[in-house]
């Protein structure tokens, strides 16, 4: 991995964690307020997409696979932090969304956060062989 990609990760990180969370900050409320398919739908298939997406970002910078684990952790680690600072700032962040659905974002967050990092290992393990 070059060395500017270790900037260019960790920023388009904030761009993609900025990006959902503005989305889920007018949307999240009509999916996280209750338990119904909307909220299931989105917990399988968001994480699916999320790593599509940064699978693409990391092949369009030439990511050799023996460095997804790093590269995707680089991607990840600016929304992980952002996140952290909306859970503690629910209401400012997420205005729209009532304060019982905290857990269920955060679910679908850890989900989704879990997804993509084990896609990178996958493909970091498989390039090692």
């Known amino acids: 991995m070059k060395a500017r990609d270790i900037v260019i990760l960790p920023l388009l990180g ?3 964690w900025a ?3 503005i989305y889920y900050r007018f949307r999240g409320n009509l999916i996280f307020g209750s ?10 298939l968001v994480p699916v997409l999320s790593a599509w997406i940064c699978a693409t970002l990391l092949r369009w910078r030439a990511i ?3 460095n997804w684990s790093t590269a995707m952790l680089l991607l990840a680690l600016p929304g992980l932090f952002g996140e952290g600072l ?11 969304m009532p304060e019982a659905s905290v857990g269920r974002y955060a679910g679908f967050l850890f989900a989704t956060y879990a997804f993509i990092l084990a896609v990178a290992e996958l493909v970091t393990l498989r390039s090692a062989r």
């Open 19 to 21: 990006a959902g969370t």
């Open 86 to 96: 909306a859970m503690y700032y629910f209401r400012t962040f997420l205005p729209g």
């Open 64 to 66: 050799p696979g023996q």
């Open 35 to 44: 338990m119904g398919i909307r909220y299931w739908v989105n917990f399988f």
């Open 14 to 16: 904030v761009v993609f």
